[in-house]
């Protein structure tokens, strides 16, 4: 295997990086990495195994489950249950978190904060969706973690990634030293590094966005979208409209080739729909380390503080330059609704 590095030579290889680095991160990424090549498995043969369709059950958010988003969840939690470095799972598919207690478990330190499949609705269309992943050291230094270990900051995340199960499955992560791109080779089963270092162009013209809110949309989102659709050659407008229905994937295409997400809030979901301990903040993270920008639109999603479990967030993330126009934007629509009530 000359010339490739695997993902566990390169984690092992950047362990270096953390004096107080004993192996636990550098293992429970390792877990992580091997729930996501048997989560690949099944994606891949979804519609010639029975794992398509709907699970005939709720989660919290009121949303359908699908079979595979099921399967996926288990999947995820028996990986960081058997590896023994977490000690809290807190998943878009359960309602509470979940405590791993097993003897391996015993003095795990991690909290990992999950959507173990993105976009479900996808597929049974057979489109890209993927997994979303945030880790966090738990604070408390005595008994059992507690809710409090799990709703921290985005700026305590010691690590954050994503799989995309694509044309090509890949994991990209970073653990605050960069963003690297790994892609499954499945003649040797391993995440081949073949994205080293990745970087957000600082500028782009892709958006992304579901247009079909766009009555609900506030005013500064709906003029960032006009000013998109403007006709100005200087500024590489009109920009291209493209929206998959999966972050990851939407997310992932504009980290390579520049362009901005962005889901507001809407009439269905006034506090924006994404989850902001296991979408927007490891998300945030990535696209921060890769040299771009993310908000909610007024406040970086970094700084934002959980409250709940499964507290919804806005999000304005992608090309710094991009992020940074339709900030003004909300900002401007803003002074403008002050205004109008001091008029009053
Ligand atoms: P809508 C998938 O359910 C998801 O959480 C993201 O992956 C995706 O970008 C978004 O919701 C799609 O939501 O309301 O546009 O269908």
Not at 255 to 284: D, V
Request: hydrophobic fraction near 35%; aromatic fraction near 8%; include cysteine.
């Amino acid at each position: 295997m000359s010339g490739i590095k695997t993902l566990g030579q390169f984690i092992i290889e950047k362990q270096a990086d953390f004096s107080y680095a004993k192996g636990e991160l550098s293992r429970l990424l390792r877990d992580i990495g091997i729930a996501a090549k048997i989560v690949n498995r099944e994606v891949n043969k979804a519609g010639l195994v029975d794992i398509l369709g709907d699970a005939g059950t709720m989660n919290i958010q009121g949303e359908g489950q699908k079979k595979l988003d099921i399967y996926a969840n288990t999947q995820f939690i028996s990986a960081l249950t058997s590896g023994g470095e977490c000690c809290i799972v807190a998943t878009e598919e359960e309602d509470d978190f979940v405590r791993i207690e097993s003897p391996v478990s015993k003095n795990a330190k991690y909290i990992v904060c999950i959507d173990p499949l993105d976009g479900s609705s996808n597929i049974d269309v057979n489109v890209a969706v993927g997994t979303i992943f945030s880790i966090f050291r738990r604070k408390s230094t005595e008994g059992t973690a507690t809710l409090a270990d799990v709703l921290q900051k985005g700026t305590e995340q010691v690590a954050a990634g994503y799989v995309i199960y694509g044309s090509s499955t890949m994991l990209v992560y970073t653990t605050g030293k960069g963003v690297n791109g790994f892609t499954l080779d499945p003649s040797i089963g391993e995440f081949c590094l073949s994205h080293p270092d990745m970087k957000i162009p600082q500028d782009g013209s892709i958006y992304s966005i579901n247009e079909g809110n766009y009555v609900h949309f506030p005013e500064g989102v709906k003029k960032y979208i006009k000013y998109a659709q403007v006709h100005d050659a200087a500024s590489n407008r009109p920009y291209t409209s493209r929206y998959i229905g999966s972050m990851v994937a939407d997310i992932h295409r504009n980290l390579i080739k520049g362009g901005i997400y962005i889901y507001p809030t809407t009439a269905s979901s006034p506090n924006g729909k994404l989850r902001l301990l296991y979408e927007c903040n490891p998300m945030a993270f990535i696209v921060e380390q890769a040299g771009g920008r993310a908000s909610d639109g007024f406040n970086r999603i970094l700084e934002i503080e959980p409250n709940e479990l499964h507290q919804r967030a806005s999000i304005f993330i992608g090309s710094e330059k991009m992020v940074r126009m339709a900030e003004g934007m909300m900002a401007a629509e803003y002074v403008e609704k002050i205004a109008t009530i001091q008029s009053a």
